[in-house]
T-cell receptor, first 114, second 111 residues
């Protein structure tokens, strides 16, 4: 079974530039999460989708971050404009449904903002 | 107060030692509990679920105390390969179900 795919693996940008991350969840998984993990911290939920609808984006900095999940499958997360404090690993995860709690993570995108 | 709190460590133990990690959570309506393992520069992976009756998987034992809102993970006979960060994870129902991660506890097992 293919796992959660993310790209790119690494990205270095200058502050105030824009960046986008892509995620393809495990086939058939209805729930998709984007987490931000800053070095030395646990993953922090940015946004959670159920199919193509947003169920929680309370911790998403909406002035600069946006996310969508096209047709309830792939998802993109965008940052525009980036700040130095956005340097982190962005992890995408998926689960079969909210009632099935095991989340499978992609390898993440390591973002460095200089 | 953080929703899920853990001691970040690191815990430095010799091979063969027994080590225990604790975690507390703030939301009494939390439904499910898990330990995830995260290796350096890798993604988190589910280690085990935590049940009220306690559960064991080989050298790993997890326990839940709902009254105290407390979760533990015990590792017996530590191996070098156990070196990792152990993340306490709580599933909360706040109108929808979401997974909340603790900061993680770093374990270093030395020869």
């Amino acid at each position: 079974e293919a796992g959660v795919a993310q790209s790119p693996r690494y990205k270095i940008i200058e502050k105030r530039q824009s960046v986008a991350f892509w995620c393809n969840p495990i086939s058939g998984h209805a729930t998709l999460y984007w987490y931000q993990q800053i070095l030395g911290q646990g993953p922090k939920l940015l946004i959670q989708f159920q199919n193509n609808g947003v169920v929680d984006d309370s911790q998403l900095p909406k002035d600069r971050f946006s996310a969508e999940r096209l047709k309830g499958v792939d998802s993109t997360l965008k940052i525009q404009p980036a700040k130095l404090e956005d340097s982190a690993v962005y992890l995408c995860a998926s689960s079969l449904s909210p009632g099935v709690p095991e989340a499978f993570f992609g390898q993440g995108t390591r973002l460095t903002v200089v | 107060r953080k929703e899920v709190e853990q001691d970040p460590g690191p815990f430095n133990v010799p091979e063969g030692a027994t080590v225990a990690f604790n975690c507390t959570y703030s939301n009494s309506a939390s439904q499910s509990f898990f330990w995830y393992r995260q290796d350096c520069r890798k993604e988190p992976k589910l280690l085990m679920s935590v049940y009220s009756s306690g559960n064991e998987d080989g050298r790993f034992t997890a326990q839940l105390n709902r009254a105290s809102q407390y979760i533990s993970l015990l590792i017996r006979d530590s191996k070098l390969s156990d070196s990792a960060t152990y993340l306490c994870v709580v599933m909360m129902n706040t109108g929808f179900q979401k997974l909340v991660f603790g900061t993680g506890t770093r374990l270093l097992v030395s020869p």
